[in-house]
């Protein structure tokens, strides 16, 4: 018997982080040898809304490729190994040449690019009310003693 | 001698001897001295209810006198009992007899009077009654300064007797335990001070006492000069001292004769001062009281503030009484009031003074007066504007008015004066304006770079908004990095402005000009009322009122979104988002994968993956 961790996935298949939901642990044991990148296990449910399987022996994760009722309690899983979210670590960690696509730095780019104008307005701290506005009267001046 | 059940009182001397003469008396009819008891010592344990005694001793000796009842006590017929008036006399003169204690018991052992003054050493015998007296016990025992002494039981009163209810009494005793000191003096005093009144009730003082009396003026009165509260006291005059808080106190420090206290408070009227840019004083005194007193002559001066003259007479009004101050043809920073000619006033009535120091010639522009009145002033001023000097004669004071104008600019208030239109006064003060220019900061603003490269000055364009004035150009080699500060300034009189842009090291990197203010129509000149209300300069209508630094600058942008976009950067994946093909790749292995997975992984890296 051996443990599988059961989630449901919605990532595309060549996305490199899958996001893992409605988890569920169930034991199934291998109908056929193991050669690590496809394995056919069978479990004891009859449950069938599940596409990604966690082997924690293995420490792997499959697609689910296809599924097979072997009978009322049997349900046969044929399982694909996802080597992207299995080597994850191994591909970040990798160098590549880039022909196509991806979000880099763009002032490395020594080809295309595009050039826009940013408006930034930067405001000084005061500014004249005018509901506070002053009033000068200037009069003619023609008072006092002599 | 007395048998028992007669009541029998002692009045004992502890440090002279004593006789007696007059009296009243009441069911007595047994007087005489007692033997004197000698050496007694009132502070040892054994005489705990003496030992508290003033000046207790240690050898002392008692002398005293004793008169009994004439009628055999009983539960009804014990009172009234006693002797009154009954004068003591020392064997030296100018001496008084003061009371230390009262002793009272009932007995029922002894059956006999007493031959000499008793001494009751048991812990629980009788009642000891210390002074101050209460107002039952001086209801039967009293003195007089003159040394006639009452003890009189008026009425059955058990308060002050020990186990008087007893039905086994046999004697009732009543002590009296004094001493004759030095007499003091006791001398009269008198109040006829007026409209005021003293916190020192007494009506007499011992001779050599201090006094005290702090006078409090009625309302409407205040205490001044020569009228104060004072004293005569053996021909000595006390003159009181005024507090801060408008009281008077008189103190005598050795009271040695009859006080007579005369003086008092004055009548106060209101004194309402109306002063611009100037200070009253009363003679050299600066004058900061809300009131005059009557009757009372003031010396009233007006100093006007630095760089202030008056330029009109100050006016005073009295009642019915009105006059101008005295402006000396040299100095025209004083005016003395002029009453009837002389150079002080008598109050007989509210005093109200108007003065109006106007800004120095030299600090002004000579032809013109310039003021910042306030909607409210200037609403007021304007219901002025049509004088009539005489009966349906009318003068056009707008006349005096060269322009009115409205700035937005908030103009320092230094000084107000009394605003004139020409000769005539308005009697309606308001702020003047005393500067050539108002100064408005608008603050600082820090500008830093954006790409930290030459996008941010190639082709850049940056711009300084100026309220009321416009926008002008700035070189972004000058506002980079810099702490730029903004100010205004502006002419009150026309409301033309220029603004300036300064670095913190007091660099001017920019200067416009421009006009702030507009003018408000007053008057219907030369038939157009067009002439008046325009500006050239109509930015004042403009919706921003605050000053901005606006920086329009380049900015290169990498196509993220583009797929068909080459770029052929050899890179970390980590440092990759979004969708990445990649061409050549060099795996760096950190866990064990086999063959399959790693042709899969290039695989799917140069078909494109999600990052």
Redesign the interface.
């Known amino acids: 018997m051996l443990a599988l961790e059961l989630y449901k996935v919605t990532n595309q298949p060549n996305e490199l982080n899958k996001t893992l939901n409605n988890p569920i642990t169930i034991s199934g044991v291998f109908r056929t040898e193991i050669d690590c990148i496809d394995i056919v296990v069978e479990i004891e449910s009859n449950n069938y809304d599940y596409n990604y399987v966690f082997i924690q022996s293995l420490n792997k994760y499959y697609f689910v490729s296809n599924i097979t009722l072997v009978n009322a309690k049997v349900t046969r899983l044929y399982l694909h190994c996802d080597v992207l979210m299995t080597y994850k670590t191994d591909i970040l960690a990798s160098f590549g040449l880039v022909t196509k696509g991806g979000n880099i730095n763009p002032y490395y780019s020594n080809v295309e690019s595009d050039s826009r104008q940013d408006i930034r307005r930067i405001a000084f701290p005061y500014y004249f009310n005018t509901q506070n506005a002053s009033f000068v009267l200037v009069t003619i001046s023609g008072s006092g003693v002599e | 001698m007395a048998t028992n059940n007669y009541i029998q009182m002692q009045i004992i001397s502890r440090n002279m001897d004593l006789t007696y003469s007059g009296g009243n008396y009441t069911k007595v009819s047994i007087l005489g001295k007692l033997t004197p008891l000698t050496n007694i010592d009132v502070t040892s344990s054994e005489n705990t209810h003496y030992k508290s005694l003033p000046n207790a001793g240690n050898s002392e000796t008692w002398y005293g006198i004793k008169f009994g009842s004439s009628i055999a006590y009983s539960q009804t017929n014990y009172a009234p009992f006693g002797v009154q008036n009954l004068q003591l006399e020392s064997v030296e003169s100018g001496l008084k007899f003061v009371i230390d204690l009262v002793h009272t018991e009932t007995n029922s052992s002894s059956n006999t009077y007493e031959t000499f003054p008793f001494l009751r050493q048991s812990a629980t015998y009788g009642k000891f009654i210390h002074p101050p007296f209460n107002s039952v016990i001086n209801g039967w025992v009293s003195i007089t300064e003159n040394n006639v002494i009452k003890l009189y039981v008026s009425n059955v009163n058990e308060t002050y007797f020990d186990q008087l209810s007893s039905a086994y009494r046999t004697q009732l005793l009543i002590q009296i335990i004094g001493h004759w000191e030095t007499a003091t003096t006791t001398y009269i005093i008198t109040d006829i001070t007026t409209n005021c009144i003293g916190d020192n009730p007494q009506t007499s003082v011992e001779g050599g006492q201090t006094y005290t009396n702090t006078f409090t003026p009625n309302d409407g009165y205040a205490f001044h000069g020569v009228n104060k509260p004072n004293a005569v006291c053996a021909g000595v005059v006390y003159d009181s001292v005024i507090n801060a808080d408008g009281t008077a106190t008189i103190t005598i420090s050795n009271v040695n004769g009859n006080i007579e206290l005369t003086g008092g408070a004055i009548r106060k009227y209101n004194l309402n001062l109306e002063l611009y840019n100037c200070v009253l004083y009363d003679g050299n005194n600066p004058y900061n009281l809300d009131y005059v007193l009557e009757g009372e002559t003031y010396y009233f001066i007006l100093h006007s503030n630095a760089n202030f003259i008056?330029?009109?007479?100050p006016r005073w009004n009295m009642g019915s009484e009105t006059g101008d101050f005295a402006?000396s043809t040299i100095d025209k920073t004083i005016a003395r009031i002029s009453w009837h000619n002389y150079q002080y006033i008598i109050i007989d009535n509210d005093l109200r003074i108007q003065a109006n120091a106007?800004l120095s010639p030299n600090l002004?522009y000579?032809?013109?007066?310039?003021?910042?009145?306030?909607?409210d002033e200037?609403d007021e001023?304007s219901r002025k504007r049509f004088y009539s000097p005489t009966q349906g004669e009318f003068i056009d004071l707008s006349e005096?008015?060269?322009?009115?104008?409205?700035?937005?600019?908030?103009?320092p208030k230094v000084a107000r004066e009394l605003?004139?239109?020409?000769?005539y006064?308005t009697n309606i003060s308001?702020n003047i304006?005393t500067t050539d220019f108002i100064e408005?900061?608008?603050?600082?603003?820090?500008?830093s770079e954006?790409n930290g490269?030459s996008?941010d000055y190639n082709g850049v364009e940056i711009e300084c908004y100026l309220?009321?004035i416009g926008s002008v150009s700035l070189n972004p080699n000058q506002v980079y990095g810099k702490h730029l500060t903004?100010r205004y300034r502006t002419n009150?009189?026309n409301?033309d402005c220029a603004a300036f842009l300064i670095t913190i090291d007091g660099l001017q990197i920019a200067y416009a000009q421009g006009n702030?203010?507009f003018d408000?129509p007053i008057n219907f000149k030369y038939g157009n009322l067009n002439n008046y209300g325009t500006n050239d300069n109509s930015l004042?209508l403009v919706y921003e009122?605050?000053?901005?630094?606006?920086?329009?600058?380049?900015?290169?942008?990498?196509?993220?979104n583009?797929?068909?976009?080459?770029?052929?950067?050899?890179?970390?994946?980590?440092?990759?988002?979004?969708?990445?093909?990649?061409?050549?790749?060099?795996?760096?292995?950190?866990?064990k994968?086999?063959n399959?997975?790693y042709n899969?992984?290039i695989n799917?890296?140069q078909?494109?993956?999600?990052?």
């Open positions: 008056f330029k009109t007479f402006l106007t002004k000579g032809f013109v007066s310039i003021y910042n009145p306030t909607y200037l001023l005096y008015v060269i322009s009115l104008r409205k700035l937005y600019v908030e103009i605003v004139f239109f020409g000769k006064n308001a304006v408005t900061d608008c603050g600082r603003v820090f500008i954006l490269n996008l309220p009321f903004l009150p009189l409301g702030i203010s408000v004042y009122k605050r000053p901005y630094i606006e920086i329009r600058t380049n900015r290169q942008y990498q196509n993220m583009n797929r068909l976009l080459n770029n052929n950067l050899w890179v970390q994946i980590s440092e990759c988002s979004g969708y990445v093909e990649f061409s050549e790749i060099q795996f760096n292995q950190i866990n994968i086999n399959d997975e899969e992984i799917l890296l078909n494109g993956i999600i990052v």
